[in-house]
């Protein structure tokens, strides 16, 4: 049974989902809220659905466990491939809210020529899940999407903002310019981090769309339907777990997050079949 005093969980790949952890630290700072980065298994961008599913079954089931009022999928590409799972295996039990229909409502809202641009890793491109919930939205909408394979991990490494990165984000953006986009759904939680790069690639006229705000209020209406919500006059708490080097999550996170951090816990994770193992 979930109460009202139990913490709201939020999970991603890595520090990416701290900029949808910020949204909703501002938004609802009476409640608590507890973050697991599975920066183990970073990068999630170029592993198998089949994977994705079975690493996003296994974090939210822990977080459940410790205890959780709401479970917030702060990860597109967790969400692209577990979503229906997530919601099969929990969704009964708390509110489960993801990433990608929230982006999708907005960009179908801010469309004004219906060319509806998409950035996000190769993993959340190849399952179509933008495709789909574009089309719930806007049907007369096209979708140009591109798989962008370096720039989280650029990002997730924590360095300045650089060549490296403008030359990834240029190349991505090309494509998107060609095709006359109006509107461009950053459909991975790390990019928001280097949202001037995009939208100096794009030109001010294109709408850059990012989830945050759209999760933070989907979680505050949630919590407020189930009746669970904490009393506004306090103020929340927050903690953070992740599964790889806790001093590197702190020391990048601080940036993701733009408010302090504390301490990190390590958790072990399963081992993955694959990856950088970061
Ligand atoms: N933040 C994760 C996402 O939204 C991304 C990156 C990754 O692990 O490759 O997809």
């Not at 999928?73 to 489960?96: D, I, K, M, Q, Y």
């Not at 709408?207 to 006059?233: F, K, N």
């Not at 080097?245 to 408010?259: K, P, W």
Request: hydrophobic fraction near 45%; charged fraction near 25%; proline fraction near 5%.
């Amino acid at each position: 049974m979930v109460t009202s005093e139990l913490p709201i969980a939020v999970f991603d790949s890595g520090v990416g989902g701290l900029t949808v952890l910020h949204e909703c630290l501002v938004s609802l700072p009476h409640e608590d809220f507890v973050y697991l980065g599975d920066t183990a298994r970073f990068p999630y961008g170029d592993r198998s659905a089949d994977e994705l599913r079975r690493f996003a079954l296994e974090l939210a089931g822990r977080l459940v466990d410790d205890g959780a009022k709401a479970l917030v999928v702060a990860c597109n590409s967790a969400t692209a491939a577990a979503a229906p799972a997530l919601r099969e295996e929990f969704g009964t039990r708390l509110p489960v809210v993801t990433v990608v229909g929230p982006e999708s409502r907005l960009a179908a809202g801010a469309t004004t020529g219906g060319r509806v641009g998409l950035l996000a890793t190769p993993a959340t491109v190849a399952s179509g899940a933008y495709e789909r919930a574009l089309a719930e939205h806007a049907p007369d909408a096209e979708l140009f999407a591109v798989p962008c394979h370096a720039l989280a991990p650029l990002i997730q490494a924590g360095g300045e903002v650089d060549e490296r990165v403008v030359a990834s984000v240029e190349d991505a953006c090309a494509p998107l310019r060609e095709n006359g986009v109006d509107t461009v759904i950053l459909g991975c939680t790390h990019y928001p981090l280097v949202r001037p790069v995009i939208q100096r690639a794009l030109g001010r006229g294109v709408e850059v769309i990012t989830s945050g705000q759209a999760i933070a209020d989907e979680v505050g209406e949630a919590l407020a339907e189930a009746g669970i919500e904490r009393e506004e006059r306090r103020r929340g708490e927050y903690r953070f777990m992740c599964s790889g080097d806790a001093e590197s999550f702190r020391a990048v996170g601080t940036r993701f997050l733009q408010l302090p951090l504390g301490e990190v816990r390590h958790v072990e994770v399963e081992a993955a079949t694959a990856g950088s193992g970061r």
